[in-house]
């Protein structure tokens, strides 16, 4: 009887370990060429390295087929699912020429790439991505994923309607968006930022360079922008409808237009970066880092 | 995207096609990868034919990046995309030609190295300044037939096409181009 | 052939342009001939250093922005949907009988409205304002934000029609956030209808309702890969 409960139990697990398939894979890729990876679940890992081939380790559902084509200039991958309308999760550990332009897209299969210095253009509805080094583009895109970038990718696009994002590195030209998520930025030099969120939260905590521009907006969520003793910048703020928190000069914010909202226009260490604040609703504080 | 599509699309250049269609379907920011990644080939171009002119340069760039969104449903991908650029960047100069005269080319004069890309450049790359300097100072005709031709690689007939001359006129200018060259680069 | 005759001909001989009629006495008279050898080389020289250029030069690094900016402010990004371009082809028919139902700015709003109850006054269009501006008033606006509600209706439908692709978890989401981005820009539109000549304000929801045509659209891609 026990042996009997025993033997149910391993047929009741959801990916039985003899119904998936584990398969190796090596396709010549020139260091930069271009990768197109599909897998809607199930979760997809790439690494860059130093050599002219991409290696992918699958463990594919039962039925599943994995394909891959392509020349050394530029091939793909994706994975074909015996059941479309339920596909089984895909585990994809990838290899790829370090300098290549990749390219990702997954349903709820989560991303994460790790010292890839070409371009990535990262792709999921409800998965997240993780980038880790320092593409010389970045553009990742998320529906509900939130998505977190360690490094300083020269060039950045990243969005998220729900999900939030996180960016601890720096970066010449970043522009951040979502509805509801939070964006978090902290680490090092920026150049030129645009961030911008529906109600999302909004933390900064890096460095202004001096001739950068910033651009904050907001409708709801706050806005806190913390910034190193002796920074050179301009601010401008203006808020419809909330208030504005000005701890790094005696500057006071200013009622704005008939009695409502306020307005704030100030500079710190002689002005440079320029730095536009705009709110609705959401409130907006002004601080040195610690 | 059914498994025969992805198969047939395997092929073919992996990013572009997806780029361009989102551009065409009013993407901006897939527009601006593709000018990430066409920028410097159509503005070398574009540097040029004005004639070595940074200011005339961009703004011929843009111009061509400009209406390059606007007719972007016109690319049926029958072509490379940076083919189809490139005959945008000639016929934009030459429309830009027909309505203001202030763009007609200069002719660069041969000592005046500030105008040109990397004038402060180090001086490793000599030998490639005095021939962008050289390039810069030909007549206008002479200097299109030869940067189309022996810098861009393209054919006889295809310049006279574009440039609405017979393929006689393109080889005469040609051999003008090489002539002045030669003098002026062993001087 | 004589050295008079050669010499007008070395160019197309280095050039691979001679038939191979002449290309052969050519490059004999060339092989004895110094001043023709020397104009070869010299030739030669030339197109090595016309292919040796670089093939890209970085522009100026604010280039792209005064072209973004243009195009951003363009009509046509916002006219760009309901055109037949290759993405729209399978939607044609429906997509023509969403911009004739959504022609009227009334019926527009209303679908904005609808869960809400309330219809802000709509004023009417003003002048269109040259790229690269923000709109100077609110009429002139008002053209911009009739385009924005036009796009946003299509893309919503064709959203619609892609809904089975989609978890129920992710259109949940995805209907919470432009609910979200929908509020913002009534309170921004009720506000703007009490302060009409606010700037500030009128950028806030051209930036919302650009939010909410890049949800939609990003939204339709994302399905059409799945």
Redesign the interface.
């Known amino acids: 009887m026990r042996a009997g409960v025993l033997l149910l139990a391993l047929f009741a697990v959801a990916t039985p370990a003899w119904a998936q398939k584990k398969i190796e894979r090596k396709q010549a890729l020139g260091m930069e060429g271009a990768f197109r990876i599909?897998n809607?679940v199930g979760s997809v890992i790439v690494h860059g390295w130093n050599k002219d081939t991409v290696l992918v380790r699958a463990t594919l559902g039962e039925g599943d087929e994995f394909h891959m084509g392509g020349g050394y200039t530029g091939a793909k991958m994706f994975i074909e699912s015996s059941n479309e309308r339920n596909p089984k999760p895909t585990r994809l550990e990838i290899w790829v020429p370090a300098r290549i332009r990749l390219w990702v897209?997954t349903?709820?299969a989560n991303i994460d790439v790790t010292g890839v210095t070409g371009g990535l253009d990262l792709?999921t509805?409800?998965g997240t991505i993780d980038v880790t080094g320092s593409p010389r583009e970045l553009n990742a895109?998320a529906?509900?994923g939130d998505i977190h970038v360690t490094g300083s990718p020269p060039w950045v696009r990243v969005?998220s309607?729900?999900g939030a994002i996180t960016f601890r590195g720096s970066s010449a030209d970043a522009a951040l968006?979502t509805?509801?998520g939070a964006i978090k930025i902290e680490g090092g030099l920026f150049e030129r930022a645009r961030i911008?969120t529906?109600?999302g939260n909004i933390t900064f905590a890096g460095q202004l360079d001096r001739s950068g521009v910033f651009d904050f907006?907001t409708?709801?969520g706050t806005v806190d922008i913390a910034v190193p003793d002796k920074t050179n910048a301009s601010f401008a703020v203006?808020t419809?409808?909330g208030k504005i928190d000005n701890r790094v000069s005696r500057t006071r914010a200013l009622a704005g237009?008939?009695g409502r909202g306020q307005e704030l226009t100030t500079e710190t260490g002689g002005g440079g970066a320029k730095v536009n604040v705009?709110t609705?609703?959401g409130g907006v504080t002004i601080r040195q880092s610690p | 995207?059914t498994r025969v599509a992805l198969v047939a699309d395997i092929a073919r250049t992996p990013e572009g096609p997806d780029a361009i269609?989102?551009a065409?379907?009013?993407?901006?920011n897939a527009?601006?990868q593709l000018?990430r990644e066409h920028?410097?080939?159509t503005?070398?171009l574009c540097?040029r034919l004005v004639g070595g002119d940074?200011n005339d340069?961009?703004e011929l760039?843009?111009d061509v990046?400009?209406r390059a969104?606007?007719k972007l449903?016109t690319f049926r991908g029958d072509s490379a995309f940076s083919s189809w650029l490139h005959r945008l960047t000639v016929n934009t100069l030459l429309e830009n030609a027909r309505t203001d005269s202030r763009r007609t080319a200069r002719v660069l004069p041969m000592d005046d190295t500030s105008r040109l890309?990397?004038a402060a450049r180090a001086s490793g790359i000599e030998?490639?300044m005095d021939?962008?300097k050289a390039i810069a100072s030909l007549p206008r005709g002479a200097r299109l037939a030869?940067v189309l031709h022996?810098?861009e690689g393209y054919q006889h007939q295809e310049i006279a096409a574009q440039l609405n001359v017979s393929v006689g006129t393109v080889k005469a200018q040609l051999?003008r181009a090489?002539r002045l060259?030669?003098e002026r680069?062993?001087k | 052939m004589t050295h008079d005759v050669i010499k007008h001909l070395v160019?197309d001989y280095v050039t691979g342009e001679l038939t191979e009629d002449a290309r052969v006495p050519v490059a004999e008279h060339i092989a004895g001939c110094e001043l023709c050898s020397a104009e070869v080389e010299?030739?030669k020289e030339?197109?090595a250093?016309?292919?040796?250029?670089?093939?890209?030069?970085?522009?100026?690094a604010d280039?792209?922005s005064?072209?973004?900016q243009?195009?951003?402010h363009?009509a046509?990004?916002?006219k760009?949907?309901p055109?037949?371009?290759?993405?729209?082809r399978p939607f044609t028919v429906a997509a023509a009988v969403l911009v004739v139902a959504a022609v009227s700015s009334s019926a527009t709003y209303l679908y904005v409205m609808r869960d809400r109850g309330q219809v802000a006054a709509s004023p009417n269009a003003g002048a269109m304002r040259s790229p690269g501006e923000t709109p100077a008033s609110l009429a002139a606006f008002t053209v911009e934000e009739n385009n924005y509600l036009r796009?946003a209706s299509i893309l919503q439908e064709l959203l619609d029609s892609q809904q089975g692709q989609?978890?129920p978890?992710?259109i949940a989401?995805?209907k919470?956030?432009l609910r979200?981005?929908d509020e913002?820009i009534l309170?921004?539109r009720n506000?703007l209808a009490r302060?009409p000549a606010?700037r500030?304000?009128i950028?806030?929801l051209s930036?919302?309702y650009r939010?909410k045509v890049?949800?939609l659209?990003?939204?339709t891609?994302?399905t059409?890969?799945?």
């Open positions: 599909h809607m897209k349903a709820t792709y509805v409800s895109e529906i509900d969005k309607a729900t968006s509805v509801s911008e529906v109600t907006d409708h709801a203006v419809i409808a237009r008939f705009r609705f609703k | 995207m269609k989102r065409q379907a009013g993407d901006v527009f601006e000018y920028s410097g080939r503005y070398a540097l940074a340069a961009t760039l843009q990046f400009i969104w606007r449903d890309p990397g030998l490639k021939m962008e030869f022996d810098v051999h090489r060259l030669r680069l062993e | 160019e010299s030739i030339i197109l250093r016309a292919s040796a250029l670089p093939t890209s030069i970085d522009p100026p280039a792209w005064h072209i973004r243009t195009i951003e363009d046509i990004v916002l760009r949907a055109s037949a371009g290759i993405w729209w796009t989609l978890a978890e992710t989401q995805l919470a956030s979200t981005i913002a309170e921004a506000a302060d606010n500030v304000l950028e806030m930036a919302s939010q890049d949800l659209r990003r939204s891609e994302m059409r890969g799945s």
